[in-house]
């Protein structure tokens, strides 16, 4: 307890509502330098960079190597065997040895593999268009440009960071506890976490995000003649089975505030076959044949761990109510662990509030954790005093091809992330 007081005090006292002079030299660095940021977003665009694309994930992060090599941190790349089938990730060091020590995230990956029709950097007005320009190569570089804004008034050299690109967000390569440990590492290393994916507007702040797995559901009947469906000798067979199973989820969970929970694919019949790692499968079945086999495979979200345990008790329990001649089993696979709305985020959210009120910005409401998926920061919140996430500029569209960001936000969110980063390590 007293541990935590003493970070809830560090984190809410001493922050003014007015710009010093770095501050302001750091607004106007921005500002001056936000053509040349948005040119180096059209340029990470339009370099596809799938989550599958290993070479593409590798060409954009030595762009932002080379960028940060020039600002003198000591960079380097994770990678994996082989089998992982990834590009690993980007990390970049600063040891300055002074003030709190801050980890900073984002991801080269998108959603759009080269095969996408959905390729290119368009632009109309003040909003740009493209794959991944909002989730998020905008919010990556909107982390070197307050590198270079921080170096430009002389602090970056005594400040201790790390900066992390991952290159499989959008779907891990290999078990999170492999694919995430130095991440999960640099989140032990560090008081503060800062999450670089897109805003949910200039007046939110990302205090909470939701945790992301996955459960698979299989059931199974007794294959006979359908004119003997439902009979004591035969029961209901595999579909009614998980039909009754999905049904009970949706009444008796689906009311329970935070907690999400999809069945995105699903296949039964006599004979069925299911490739969860491709979301594929085939079946065979007659309609006059009590279907014998069924498998569903979907998600699950929960704002606490407490929750996720909760959810999978009573989602296993509704499992083993079985129908006359029936069978059920369901396993779930944890990936994304929730980021909870803690105290500190809370106290750090007043700390971000005083920065977007000193730049005119106004005041900061948390963010309904319903509207965020799951981010790499899930990773790092158990760890550190304090987490942000939604630091980077406003976007929409996401995993679609409407994807676009708002360009009039970008230096906003650019600038307020720098100055909240400058005041923290004061």
């Known amino acids: 307890m007293k541990q935590l007081i003493t970070i809830l005090l560090t984190l809410t006292i001493g922050f003014s509502q007015s710009l010093s002079k770095e501050e302001k030299q750091i607004r106007s660095y921005i500002d001056n330098h936000n053509n040349e940021a948005i040119d180096l977003v059209e340029k990470v665009v339009n370099i596809n960079s799938g989550t599958l694309n290993m070479e593409g994930n590798k060409k954009v992060g030595k762009i932002f190597q080379a960028e940060l090599d020039k600002l003198g941190f000591h960079t380097y790349w994770v990678t994996y065997p082989d089998d992982v089938k990834r590009s690993g990730h980007l990390f970049a060091e600063m040891r300055g040895g002074k003030g709190k020590n801050i980890l900073l995230i984002g991801h080269l990956d998108t959603v759009f593999e080269p095969d996408h029709p959905f390729q290119k950097y368009t632009r109309k007005g003040d909003t740009a268009y493209g794959p991944g320009v909002s989730d998020m190569k905008a919010g990556d570089v909107s982390m070197i440009y307050i590198m270079k804004a921080l170096h430009k008034i002389g602090v970056l050299q005594d400040m201790n960071l790390t900066l992390a690109f991952t290159g499989d967000e959008e779907k891990t390569g290999g078990p999170v506890s492999i694919v995430r440990k130095e991440l999960v590492e640099a989140g032990k290393w560090a008081n503060i976490g800062l999450g670089f994916e897109g805003a949910g507007g200039m007046n939110t702040g990302t205090i909470a995000r939701r945790s ?113 001649g029936t069978t059920a ?38 963010l309904d954790p319903s509207k965020r998926g799951a981010a790499d920061i899930s990773f790092v919140a158990p760890h550190v005093d304090a987490s942000l996430a939604g630091m980077g500029p406003d976007g929409f569209g996401d995993h679609s091809e409407n994807e676009g960001l708002d360009l009039l936000s970008f230096p906003k969110t650019t600038t307020r992330a720098a100055i909240l980063i400058y005041r923290l390590t004061r």
């Open 212 to 324: 992301s797995s996955s459960w698979v559901l299989t059931t199974t009947g007794i294959q006979g003649h359908s004119s003997q469906i439902f009979k004591d000798h035969l029961g209901y067979g595999a579909i009614f089975e998980a039909s009754r199973i999905l049904n009970a989820f949706r009444e008796e969970l689906a009311p329970e505030e935070y907690l999400t929970f999809n069945p995105g694919t699903i296949v039964g019949g006599t004979d069925v076959n299911y490739d969860p790692v491709n979301s594929k499968g085939t079946t065979f079945g007659k309609t006059n044949v009590v279907a014998q086999s069924v498998t569903v495979h979907g998600g699950i979200r929960t704002i606490s761990i407490p929750q996720f345990e909760n959810a999978m008790k009573n989602m296993k329990e509704i499992a083993s109510r079985n129908l006359p």
């Open 329 to 366: 089993n369901i396993v779930f696979k944890t990936s994304y662990p929730p980021m909870e709305p803690t105290k500190a985020n809370y106290a750090l959210l007043d700390k971000f509030e005083a920065v977007n009120m000193a730049l005119g910005y106004g005041e900061l409401e948390p």
